[in-house]
């Protein structure tokens, strides 16, 4: 596939390893975080770690918005989904998460509730149209990447005059789930995950472009690499973050200069714009309140808001106590450090939400990882 | 979930749809959210809309620095 395949090369691979290796400074530990799910997904299923030093350590971040959600709002939509009548849309991912007590939409659905997967807004739209007798809620998440569809979908409800078309809003933002993990201190005062600069989102970036990372180099001093999502994308920019903390740089490369400009898809931020407004705050799984990081539909679409039209009961939500997803997502504790690593937990049955996505640390680790750690254990024995 | 891929656009369409091609299969894109994309061009789709439009130079250039890196450390390496 062009553009796909150039970029996994195994000789090129070979090359950047041999850079990485040859620039990264024997003496010193570097330490880098993914922000996106994707890249966690390239770095699990091509081995990319196997490649790096072992001086460098790459840390799992929180950018997958099926690992991010909370209970509390999985729960909403499962009592949306089983309490009134609605045709509940969603994409795939989001159907396993288990919200308290191991709820899921999947479950609901297997008892009654009219829950169906999509691949696109549109096809709810589509589905609001063919229904005008039932209402239909979108069960939309998502980093700044799939926010802007959202923002069409009801741009394009109130053009055709739907009246039975709503959106659940759980859209959440890049910039300030990154500031939240650089904050988050212990209760000492240390920063709680140390890191030496970040591996910048890629298609979150083609739409806000690269300028809103600047906070973080100049605020934070930290180095961001806006890495595309095939291997040897990923290895650039961890090369490039090396050659930055060698330098005591901090700055914002764009390794993804293919998809990504400094000013983004300003089209797609205008819609967004139009739609939708930030949030005071907004739970994360893993992080917890975090001050402005989401979206909420503005008062202009107020019909197009489900938060609105339907009152829902949920009980205060419980998420499983063994379930480390929260350390993980935080980047402070590894997936094998879960005891329900591989034993209750697998992707067939998921307890937590990192378990879920192929993008989440967990599943990534599960589906790629094990062997090696396995291998390494053995090794260290 | 955030997966994206670059596709090729081979049919636009008067309804502000594209047809693109990925891996052999035509699927629907929607253009709503991107201005200028013609036949040809690549873009990244994401939950059935293109995103962006994917730059044949900058891509050539990126894969002409993975190149130029590896070749330069393996040099290095072979003399080392
Ligand atoms: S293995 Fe399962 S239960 Fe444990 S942290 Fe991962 S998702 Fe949560």
């Not at chain 1, 890249?39 to 991010?68: F, Q, S, W």
């Not at chain 1, 923002?151 to 859209?171: E, M, P, R, T």
């Not at chain 1, 714009?273 to 989401?294: Q, Y």
Request: hydrophobic share 40%; charged share 25%.
């Amino acid at each position: 596939m062009k553009y796909v395949e150039e970029f996994r090369d195994a000789e090129l691979a070979k090359g950047l390893s041999a850079a990485i290796k040859a620039e990264a400074e024997p003496e010193r530990i570097y330490k880098f975080m993914e922000f996106c799910g994707g890249h966690t997904h390239a770095l699990a299923r091509y081995g990319v770690e196997d490649l790096l030093p072992n001086n460098v350590k790459m840390i799992h971040g929180p950018g997958c918005p099926v690992c991010v959600l909370p209970v509390g709002r999985v729960d909403e939509a499962v009592a949306l989904a089983t309490q009134h009548d609605v045709i509940l849309c969603t994409y795939a991912d989001l159907m396993r998460v288990p919200g308290t007590k191991y709820e899921s939409l999947i479950k609901a659905r297997s008892k009654g509730a009219d829950v169906r997967m999509v691949y696109s807004t549109m096809d709810a739209l589509k589905i609001a149209q063919d229904n005008p007798e039932r209402e239909v809620v979108f069960f939309a998440i998502g980093f700044e990447t799939t926010t802007p569809p959202t923002a069409v979908a009801i741009k394009q409800a109130q053009k055709l005059g739907l009246k039975n078309f709503s959106v659940y809003c759980n859209h959440v933002l890049t910039p300030a789930a990154m500031r939240a993990i650089l904050g988050a201190h212990t209760p000492e005062g240390a920063p709680n995950v140390v890191l030496d600069g970040f591996v910048g989102p890629a298609h979150v970036s083609a739409v806000i472009g690269t300028q809103p990372y600047e906070e973080f180099t100049t605020d934070y001093k930290k180095p961001v690499v806006i890495a595309g999502f095939e291997p040897l994308d990923v290895m650039q920019s961890i090369l490039q973050l090396i050659r930055q903390a060698n330098d005591g740089r901090a700055d914002v490369e764009n390794e993804y200069a293919r998809a990504v400009t400094p000013e983004g898809n300003v089209k797609a931020q205008a819609l967004v714009d139009e739609v939708f407004e930030v949030r005071d705050e907004f739970s994360w799984r893993g992080l917890g309140s975090v001050p402005l990081s989401a979206l909420k539909i503005r008062s202009e679409f107020s019909e197009f808001n489900a938060e609105l039209r339907f009152r829902v009961e949920v009980p205060s939500p419980k998420e499983n106590k063994l379930c480390e997803c929260g350390p993980i997502l935080r980047g402070e504790k590894n997936p094998v450090d879960c005891a329900l690593f591989g034993t209750s937990c697998t992707p067939d049955n998921p307890m937590g939400a990192c378990m879920v996505s192929s993008e989440g640390a967990c599943a990534a680790h599960w589906t790629y990882g094990r062997f090696r750690t396995e291998l390494e254990l053995e090794e260290s024995a | 979930m955030c997966h994206a891929i670059p596709a090729k656009v081979v049919a636009l369409r008067d309804d502000g749809m594209a047809e693109v091609e990925l891996e052999g299969v035509i699927k629907e894109a929607s253009l709503d959210l991107l201005d200028g994309v013609e036949l040809g061009d690549y873009v990244i789709l994401h939950v059935g809309y293109a995103l962006a439009k994917l730059d044949p130079d900058e891509a050539q250039k990126t894969l002409k620095l993975f190149a130029e890196m590896g070749a330069a450390a393996l040099a290095e390496g072979a003399v080392a």
